[in-house]
């Protein structure tokens, strides 16, 4: 039991660079205090004291803000950062060196009886605000982006983002059709920000496209400036206007919505 004990403080070191020493660990984790609180609970769940562990549980909940059922099996090393308002269901299974973040939900999507909530294998990651919802399988070193809705299953090693969750899949080597874009980018004095994230956005794929056609565009030019020259003109000689780029830079601050000012009535962040 000991032994366990230590690796989960150990593993508070290897994921949160804001630990500093054992003690602070020990008594300022409440995702430590709720992972401890659950294997008593668990261990009760399994020999059929079943209100006892429901008590226990509850106890948990009420000193940590994270709600794991009894009946849930969790693995080693597994991290709760943050950890308030984590909810994690009866029949859900988390494996060894799984970290969730605060606002996690594991939960389910019917009131039937038996296998009900995800699987999470080895080494998953649960962005903060995620929920996880259903009897599927998230596949081992996967990732569940921030505020994501994730209802099917996730392959392993892939990344779900956005509502309803979708894989992202990572192209690990550069396409043609990047290095044509990254080209054009580069000739009118663009920085293709978009074109370098991971995650899907809207403007960059709209940026993307429009950096094709100007890629297809600029061919085209170029095929005519050629022909022009063996008529004999000179028209393709001729510089092209520089572009300004502090123009764009201006509108890029200008669309830039200003910062919500909190409500008199909420409260401070912390």
Same mark, same amino acid.
């Given at each position: 039991?000991?032994?366990?004990?230590?690796?989960?403080?150990?593993?508070?070191?290897?994921?949160?660079?804001?630990?500093?020493?054992?003690?602070?660990?020990?008594?300022?984790?409440?995702?430590?205090?709720?992972?401890?609180?659950?294997?008593?609970?668990?261990?009760?769940?399994?020999?059929?004291?079943?209100?006892?562990?429901?008590?226990?549980?509850?106890?948990?909940?009420?000193?940590?803000?994270?709600?794991?059922?009894?009946?849930?099996?969790?693995?080693?090393?597994?991290?709760?950062?943050?950890?308030? +308002? #984590? *909810?994690? /269901?009866?029949? $859900?299974?988390?494996?060894?060196?799984? @970290?969730?973040?605060? !606002?996690?939900?594991? =939960?389910?999507?019917?009131?039937?009886?038996?296998?009900?909530?995800?699987?999470?294998?080895? +080494? #998953? *990651?649960? /962005?903060?605000? $995620?929920?996880?919802?259903?009897?599927? @399988?998230?596949?081992? !070193?996967?990732?569940? =982006?921030?505020?994501?809705?994730?209802?099917?299953?996730?392959?392993?090693?892939?990344?779900?983002?956005?509502?309803? /969750?979708?894989?992202?899949?990572?192209?690990?080597?550069? @396409?043609?059709?990047?290095?044509?874009?990254?080209?054009?980018?580069?000739?009118?004095?663009?920085?293709?920000?978009?074109?370098?994230?991971?995650?899907?956005?809207?403007?960059?794929?709209?940026?993307?496209?429009?950096?094709?056609?100007?890629?297809?565009?600029?061919?085209?030019?170029?095929?005519?400036?050629?022909?022009?020259?063996?008529?004999?003109?000179?028209?393709?000689?001729?510089?092209?206007?520089?572009?300004?780029?502090?123009?764009?830079?201006?509108?890029?601050?200008?669309?830039?919505?200003?910062?919500?000012?909190?409500?008199?009535?909420?409260?401070?962040?912390?």
């Amino acid at each position: 039991m000991f032994d366990r004990m230590k690796e989960d403080i150990a593993s508070v070191f290897h994921r949160d660079p804001a630990a500093r020493n054992k003690l602070e660990v020990l008594f300022c984790y409440p995702g430590l205090h709720a992972i401890w609180f659950h294997r008593l609970a668990h261990c009760l769940w399994v020999r059929d004291a079943r209100l006892l562990a429901r008590m226990v549980s509850n106890l948990g909940r009420w000193l940590t803000g994270i709600e794991i059922h009894p009946g849930a099996t969790v693995g080693r090393r597994f991290f709760i950062d943050h950890g308030m +308002g #984590v *909810v994690i /269901g009866e029949t $859900a299974e988390i494996g060894n060196d799984v @970290t969730l973040y605060q !606002g996690v939900t594991l =939960g389910g999507t019917s009131w039937n009886k038996g296998k009900r909530h995800p699987t999470l294998e080895d +080494g #998953v *990651v649960v /962005g903060a605000g $995620a929920k996880v919802l259903g009897p599927f @399988t998230v596949g081992k !070193g996967a990732k569940i =982006g921030s505020n994501a809705v994730v209802t099917k299953a996730v392959p392993a090693g892939a990344t779900a983002v956005g509502i309803p /969750g979708r894989i992202i899949v990572r192209e690990e080597a550069v @396409t043609e059709q990047q290095v044509k874009r990254q080209a054009m980018a580069e000739k009118i004095g663009f920085d293709a920000y978009g074109e370098t994230r991971d995650m899907p956005d809207p403007v960059a794929r709209s940026i993307g496209l429009m950096l094709d056609h100007m890629h297809a565009v600029d061919g085209r030019i170029e095929s005519m400036c050629e022909a022009l020259k063996e008529l004999g003109s000179d028209y393709c000689a001729r510089d092209l206007p520089k572009l300004d780029t502090e123009d764009f830079e201006a509108l890029m601050d200008d669309a830039e919505p200003e910062p919500s000012k909190p409500d008199a009535d909420s409260s401070a962040p912390r």
